[in-house]
């Protein structure tokens, strides 16, 4: 799959924020004694910018998932059973 100039432009947007949030991640470890709470928080946050990322040159029709709040898997934005953690999701309205 080839990709364009603004694909690119979008995978380094991505890839710059899943930089950032990682950089975060790092100060919370930094910090010492996160709870465990924040950090899967910052590891889905993680997760997720890279999936954004990579859905753009794998499929374009996973552009369309979005990150499962609980553990970042990505999930079509009407499911309501993350595959991956299984907790109950709200589905997300799409215009």
Known sequence: METSAHDRSTIEKYLATARERLRALRDVFDAGGAEVGALRVAVASVLG??????????????????????CGYRVMPGATLCLSCWRKLTPTKTS
């Not at 954004?52 to 990150?67: K, L, N, S, Y």
């Open 49 to 70: 910018a890279l999936d954004d990322a990579h859905a753009i040159v794998a499929d374009p029709r996973e552009v369309q998932r979005v990150a499962c709040p609980h």
